[in-house]
């Protein structure tokens, strides 16, 4: 471990020791999360995500900015994908259950859902999950990924926010060998529907802040899948 490594744990926790010392701190967290869901999603994922691809390309290149990394329209792009997410897991946790409430076993669902830790909960947390991972998070996923290599293309310039993505060419480009046997095949079942799982588990005002820190293990996820593909080459 190098000196910048102590410094980033430093950061780190004078970063998150107002939440725990201050309570106005964590107030003012709750209240952003009632009154601007959607402004406090851009936020967490855009800082806790690409916190996430920086401890990634620590582990695949040895430095936390690597050049041409592109810090800010990561931030940025990871920002907006958070609120896409947030928006996404609002519509699952609320419409999964209300589908399941239709069936006599899972009448009592919704309510399940809004209360405290209860077998029942869980097992309408695992559907949410399921679903949500089944069906939005590939293609979450795949738009990460041509994100990354719409900003790779630029060199990390902010420029790149501005520059017409080439869907086709960048889908054409992506080794789906590793995205869809590692990213999707193994990551999906072993490590994001469990995630997640637990995620609806949580009261309301931390799920997008559990999944956001999750996002973080997507970072060390990508960086492995990374270097899966440059041993095979």
Not at 3 to 29: H, S, T
Not at 41 to 61: C, P, Q, V, Y
Not at 110 to 139: H, R
């Amino acid at each position: 471990m190098k000196k910048v490594d102590f410094l980033v744990i430093v950061i780190v926790i004078i970063c998150l020791l107002p939440f725990f010392l201050i309570p106005a701190v964590y107030q003012a967290y709750l209240y952003g999360n009632q009154h601007i869901p959607l402004c406090m999603a851009f936020l967490k994922f855009g800082i806790l995500a690409t916190f996430g691809e920086m401890l990634g390309s620590r582990i695949k290149n040895g430095t936390y900015l690597p050049k041409n990394f592109g810090i800010l329209p990561k931030f940025i792009v990871w920002g907006l994908l958070g609120m896409w997410i947030g928006l996404a897991m609002n519509v699952f946790s609320n419409g999964i259950p209300r589908f399941l409430s239709r069936y006599g076993i899972f009448s009592s669902m919704p309510e399940a859902m809004a209360g405290s830790f209860t077998g029942m909960k869980l097992i309408g947390a695992f559907c949410i999950s399921l679903m949500m991972n089944t069906s939005f998070a590939p293609v979450f996923m795949t738009l990460h990924k041509v994100s990354d290599m719409h900003i790779a293309a630029y060199k990390g310039s902010v420029c790149s926010l501005f520059k017409v993505m080439p869907m086709r060419q960048y889908l054409s480009q992506i080794d789906w060998n590793v995205q869809w046997g590692f990213v999707f095949k193994k990551t999906i079942p072993l490590f994001w529907i469990p995630a997640h799982t637990l995620t609806f588990c949580l009261p309301k005002d931390f799920q997008v802040l559990f999944a956001a820190f999750c996002s973080i293990i997507l970072g060390l996820f990508l960086s492995i899948a990374a270097m899966k593909k440059s041993n095979a080459a």
